[in-house]
């Protein structure tokens, strides 16, 4: 009798052990997502536009066509510069590109 109450002791023992170690192991709380995303997508100077992580659209042409392109300049990529850094001043920072798109993140607020 005093045997299997040794084993039985010795087994919640271990089980107590190792219900912490899984705990332990578990995700973290809180948000999943580190990071939100804008993608810049580039459709000539009018018709740029900002598409937002929330799924807003903002059309970039009233902000593109406040600035003089020097002569000699690529349109896109002049444009594109300007995009990118007014979206920077929001906290954003390049992620990646294609083509037509430059994506940017910044970091969500826990």
Sequence with gaps: MKKSIAFLAVALVI???????????A?????FQKYEYVTIRWAGRDNTH??????????LGSLLNRVTRPDRT????????????????EG???AGMTTDEIIMKRPTQP
């Excluded at 089980?15 to 705990?23: E, M, N, S, Y």
Aim: with cysteine; net charge positive.
């Design 15 to 25: 089980f107590a052990c190792a219900l912490t170690l899984l705990k332990s192991r």
């Design 92 to 94: 954003y920072e390049f």
């Design 74 to 89: 690529d349109d896109r990529a002049f444009y594109l510069n300007i995009a990118m850094n007014s979206v920077a001043r």
């Design 50 to 59: 900002l598409i937002r992580s929330n799924g807003k659209v903002e059309i």
């Design 27 to 31: 995700a973290e709380g809180g948000t």
